[in-house]
C-alpha cells in the first residue's frame, strides 16, 4: 500500500496532489492511504472518488483517507 500526506496542502494543490498520488497508486496497481487533516475540506476529493466509483474509506479521527484499487 502506497502513502501519500496531504496534511501541508490546502485547496486547489490538495486536489492535484491527491490526484499525483491516485495516478501512481493506478500505475502500480495499488491501493493507497492518504494522511489528511480534519481541517481540511476533501469534499471535492470524495466527490471525484464517488463520480469514478472507487472503493474508498474515510476516518475522520485517525484522519486517513484510504482508496482500494480493485
Given at each position: 500500500?502506497?502513502?501519500?500526506?496531504?496534511?501541508?496542502?490546502?485547496?486547489?494543490?490538495?486536489?492535484?496532489?491527491?490526484?499525483?498520488?491516485?495516478?501512481?497508486?493506478?500505475?502500480?496497481?495499488?491501493?493507497?492511504?492518504?494522511?489528511?487533516?480534519?481541517?481540511?475540506?476533501?469534499?471535492?476529493?470524495?466527490?471525484f472518488l464517488?463520480?469514478?466509483?472507487?472503493?474508498?474509506?474515510?476516518?475522520?479521527?485517525l484522519e486517513?483517507?484510504?482508496?482500494?484499487?480493485?
Open positions: 500500500m502506497l502513502v501519500c500526506d496531504l496534511r501541508e496542502y490546502q485547496c486547489p494543490q490538495l486536489f492535484v496532489q491527491f490526484k499525483v498520488g491516485l495516478n501512481k497508486a493506478l500505475l502500480t496497481k495499488q491501493s493507497i492511504k492518504f494522511m489528511i487533516n480534519n481541517k481540511q475540506s476533501i469534499r471535492d476529493i470524495q466527490r464517488e463520480k469514478h466509483q472507487y472503493h474508498f474509506e474515510i476516518d475522520l479521527e486517513i483517507l484510504k482508496v482500494e484499487l480493485m
